[in-house]
């Protein structure tokens, strides 16, 4: 029993190192998703942190999905339809996402972009594209076609699997915005690490590469992020902090959000629409058609990205003329734009660029002459008007040292190697803030001075307040509901304008029913047993509210029976406390509920609908004894001599019968724990789950079987044509003309013509197997000339290589012939087979090489390249054999002369031991000599084999005449007896 409690230890540890050694090294990815582009970031094993290429090697891809004849486009492909057909291709639906048909940014999408048929859900009220009249698209189904895009491009870029990543969405994304990212994310099979807020992620990537830079005095940066559809201001710190954990006390960079502001609609796309609109105004007044160049959909795509170039353009240069070919009715348009033309057009835009920085400031309890340091991000920071404004307000130069394009994507794919399991990377803790409060709203019934009459009171609490930073966990426990109840969770004072509020949409997040709390309440009825309340535990993970668990809680007195400790009890006691260096007390719950009066309760009786912060684990419906100063000290008193006896036995010191029985009697206060059942009621937009789930995910697999198939296809098609094209062009080129027959040359340029005519007119959208049988049937009708051409190329290289292998048989023949006698350790015998097979080669390759030159390259080849690697194969056999052989014979000779000088010394020293007990009077004792193995001649014959062989040895499949262990080279020589050449 005794040696059974030993293994345990060993044994847990075994099962660590295993699982250790086990963990999933899968592949992470991020994803910065833009309205207008998206970047990818990708970590692996072996692959450091890089920015994923697309098809077309770009760094970027667009965030567009188009349909055209039962073809689907993703990414660049997608644009060229846009400007084509501009209804089919569908961007910036990012702005779209978790919000109903009477939001007022869908007013202004429609506005932005009239081409779009914008339609509402049935059941959901949000939106939907109608692309013809029986298919719709929502915008988290785009997302996440596009999201499984960016996973391909990041499995071909690492080539292994991703499954995981971590997506960045803006901070100002409210509650039913995140939902409907993590549904496309869902629909596209991606399993999301975190939803990162993106001037979060871009902050971690400046920190990660200055983190020597910090210490324990905070440093304040305002990251200033300007994209295509919004404009974000964010202000952080960085500084040195101490964190514990696992007891070990560590020192480590943390980045913290103080406050954040920004303007939804400010952005390089605004500016793009209104360059769009003045070029299309230019238009109509040359009058060059009677057309209204607004009224047409591909004209207004065709000016809408000119308006695009033309904007890049003007960002650094004063002057720059905008034209499009054919813009309507065949018409071309040019026309020349200025910078400051630019500017007049984006005036009221330039003038609220310095807003989302007061905004920040103000949430930060911040002025501008506490920040160290001003970053930019973002393409739009580019406008050099931009810069002017911000300079003008932060009076100190900008600071440009981030990649403006992909900082989000780097530091996001950061972050999912800390959070993946198959990687470790340095801790840098990141505390995001809460940009929109959350609340709580419940009813509580109050008794008045009337005994039959009650009032109800809507109590309100807040559970995430303003810049309030997570992830956290929080807890609000109800204390006088004694039935089930409800309560309803909402936003709180949003600090935005009206305007933007009415962006946000509902301001009522979810209801949620609390059910079986009377029957837990009915169970738990006893002596000596007090009801708690009811305990809410939610957690603000991703930016999203959750509820993670709701239970029941009582407080129960009860007293314990002594059990008598057997033997075994006393030994398992004994070695916990060995192993664990002494008895452990269960550590109270870490709940820090906070009184109405703002002290500390010392009954541990939280007031109604009081929250508090928690990061402990929840133990589900167990029992937990309560540990209180009471029963700490009694268990003090009753405990105090075993305090220096850990780990070991006395029966002597055990307490007797009467004092243990008195000690157990006492009463201690058992924690008990009821689960209450939970139904929960989407009240702002409904999410994309159930039924609509499963249609949304059947959609989009039969796309992307549709796609696969297409690609299939294709492949199948080009390597057919690109066959075709090769052979059409070799059966008449000088190069090939030789190994063709004039009747091979006549039925290859027959096929290939024939299927040249049938790929561009009847076969053009014929099946893969189609085109996979047509491309084996001309190979098979150009196999054999294409091998005597191959032959014809490849022969000289083989001829060397044969002509190379007789040069250095002949000359380890040689050289073995001529080793003194005691040297030779090859027989007659393996010489004449060597000499044999060195002359047979020489015959037969001069024999060959005659009929070869006899032969026409039209016909086969008599001198194949096979035939020659198996004469190599020969040769380089037979001498590999008999080097290895000569090795074996020299280290069965070394033993042997060292044994016997052993032999010889043992010998010597035995008899100058009797001479000296024979003659005690000397005092005189010679040196044993030392002799000393003649070299002999092995020197110069290994120096020969090193010369001509290059130190080859055999192969595995060689037999060695090695009789027993006495002739096997010992492993301290590190000469291998059998390696593959």
Not at 461 to 470: A, D, E, V
Not at 511 to 519: E, F, H, N, R, S
Request: glycine content about 6%.
């Amino acid at each position: 029993m005794i040696l059974r409690s030993f293994l345990v230890v060993p044994i847990s540890f075994f099962l660590l190192l295993s699982f250790s050694h086990n963990a999933d090294g899968i592949s992470v990815m991020s994803v910065d998703l833009g309205s207008e582009w998206m970047k990818i970031g990708i970590v692996s094993p072996g692959v450091p942190m890089e920015i994923v290429l697309n098809k077309e090697s770009k760094r970027k891809t667009p965030v567009a999905v188009s349909f055209r004849e039962g073809e689907r486009l993703i990414g660049e492909d997608a644009l060229t339809v846009a400007v084509r057909f501009p209804p089919n291709a569908y961007r910036y639906f990012m702005d779209l996402l978790g919000k109903k048909i009477d939001n007022p940014m869908v007013e202004l999408f429609q506005k932005r972009f009239p081409y779009y048929n914008l339609v509402a859900h049935s059941d959901r009220g949000t939106v939907l594209f109608q692309h013809d009249n029986e298919t719709h698209y929502s915008p988290e189904e785009l997302l996440g076609m596009v999201l499984n895009q960016a996973r391909e491009y990041a499995q071909d870029f690492a080539k292994q699997p991703v499954k995981e990543a971590v997506i960045t969405v803006p901070p100002y994304f409210n509650q039913a915005e995140r939902r409907a990212v993590m549904n496309a994310a869902e629909l596209a099979g991606i399993k999301v690490l975190q939803l990162m807020n993106s001037n979060t992620a871009s902050a971690l990537n400046y920190g990660i590469f200055r983190r020597n830079d910090f210490n324990e005095t905070a440093q304040r940066l305002l990251l200033y992020d300007m994209g295509a559809s919004s404009t974000v201001a964010t202000i952080i710190s960085y500084q040195i902090v101490k964190t514990k954990e696992k007891g070990i006390v560590e020192s480590n960079p943390q980045l913290q959000v103080l406050g954040v502001g920004y303007d939804r609609t400010l952005g390089g796309l605004e500016m793009q629409l209104r360059l769009r609109d003045f070029l299309g105004t230019a238009f109509n007044d040359m009058k060059k058609t009677k057309s209204d160049v607004f009224s047409n959909h591909r004209s207004l795509a065709k000016l809408f990205k000119e308006a695009g170039r033309l904007k890049n353009v003007l960002s650094a240069n004063t002057e720059h003329a905008a034209q499009v070919e054919g813009l309507l009715d065949e018409k071309d348009f040019k026309h020349a734009v200025g910078r400051r033309h630019f500017e007049n057009l984006c005036h009221d835009l330039f003038d609220r660029v310095n807003v989302p920085v007061e905004q920040a400031l103000k949430a930060a309890g911040l002025t501008m002459d506490l920040i160290d340091q001003v970053i930019l991000v973002g393409a739009g920071t580019r406008v050099p008007k931009v810069q002017e404004k911000l300079a003008e307000v932060m009076k100190r130069d900008l600071g440009k040292s981030l990649n403006t394009d992909e900082a989000a994507a780097m530091g996001a794919v950061y972050k999912g190697a800390d959070l993946s399991s198959g990687f470790k990377v340095k801790k840098f803790i990141t505390k995001d803030a809460v940009l929109f409060p959350i609340l709580v709203d419940f009813e509580r019934e109050l008794e008045t001075d009337e005994a039959s009459s009650k009032t109800v009171k809507v109590v309100r609490r807040t559970l995430f307040s303003h810049m309030n930073p997570y992830l956290q966990k929080k807890i609000l426990t109800f204390n006088k509901h004694v039935n089930d109840f409800t309560f309803y969770v909402s936003y709180g004072e949003l600090p935005v304008p009206s305007h933007e509020a009415l962006a946000i949409g509902s301001q009522n997040i979810t209801k949620i029913d609390l059910k079986g709390v009377g029957t837990a309440i009915e169970k738990n009825k006893g002596e000596g047993v007090e009801p708690k309340g009811v305990i809410a535990h939610f957690l603000d993970e991703n930016g999203l509210f959750s509820l993670n668990l709701v239970e029941s809680v009582f407080e129960k007195n009860t007293t314990v029976e002594p059990v008598a400790e057997d033997t075994l009890s006393k030994l398992g006691s004994a070695f916990t406390n060995l192993f664990s260096g002494g008895s452990h007390e269960p550590t109270p719950e870490e709940n820090t509920h906070d009184s109405e009066d703002g002290k500390a309760p010392d009954d541990h009786k939280p007031h109604e609908g009081e929250t508090g912060d928690s990061h402990e684990k929840d133990t589900g419906n167990e029992s937990v004894p309560n540990v209180g100063e009471g029963s700490t000290k009694s268990a003090n008193e009753s405990g105090e001599s075993d305090a220096g006896n850990t780990g070991k036995i006395d029966d002597a010191k055990i307490p007797d019968k009467v004092n243990a029985t008195a000690e157990a009697n006492k009463p201690k206060l058992v924690i008990v724990k009821e689960s209450i059942e939970v139904q929960t009621y989407i009240l702002d937009v409904l999410p994309l789950d159930g039924e609509q789930f499963k249609v949304s995910s059947t959609k989009l697999k039969e796309l992307d079987e549709i796609d696969r198939t297409r690609t299939l296809r294709e492949k199948a098609r080009n390597a057919l044509e690109s066959f075709v094209s090769d052979m059409q062009h070799k059966a008449y080129s000088d190069d090939h003309e030789l190994f063709l027959t004039e009747e091979e040359r006549e039925a290859i340029g027959k096929f290939c013509s024939e299927t040249s005519d049938w790929l561009y007119e009847d076969g053009a959208d014929a099946e893969k197997n189609i085109y996979e049988d047509k491309l084996k049937e001309i190979k098979l009708l150009t196999k054999d000339f294409l091998d005597r051409a191959r032959e014809y190329r490849e022969r000289p290289d083989a001829l060397e290589a044969l002509d190379k292998m007789l040069n250095i048989s002949t000359s380890f023949l040689d050289g073995s012939k001529k080793l003194p006698e005691d040297l030779q350790y090859f027989s007659e015998i393996e010489l004449t087979t060597l000499d044999k097979a060195v002359k047979e080669t020489l015959e037969w390759k001069e024999k060959q090489l005659e009929e070869q030159a006899k032969t026409p390259l039209s016909e086969a080849p008599v001198l194949t390249i096979r035939s020659i690697a198996e004469k190599i194969d020969t040769l380089d056999r037979e001498v590999k054999y008999m080097m290895n052989k000569a090795r074996v014979e020299k280290l069965k000779k070394q033993r042997e002369d060292a044994a016997k000088l052993v032999k010889e010394a043992e010998e010597k020293l035995k008899a100058d031991k009797l001479k000296a007990e024979q003659t005690p009077s000397s005092s005189v004792h010679e040196e044993l000599p030392i002799t000393e193995i003649p070299p002999a001649d092995w020197k110069k014959f290994e120096e020969m084999i090193s010369e001509n062989y290059d130190n080859e040895t055999f192969p595995e499949d060689s037999e060695v005449p090695v009789a027993s262990e006495e002739n096997e080279p010992s492993e301290s020589t590190g000469e291998p007896l059998h390696t593959e050449l």
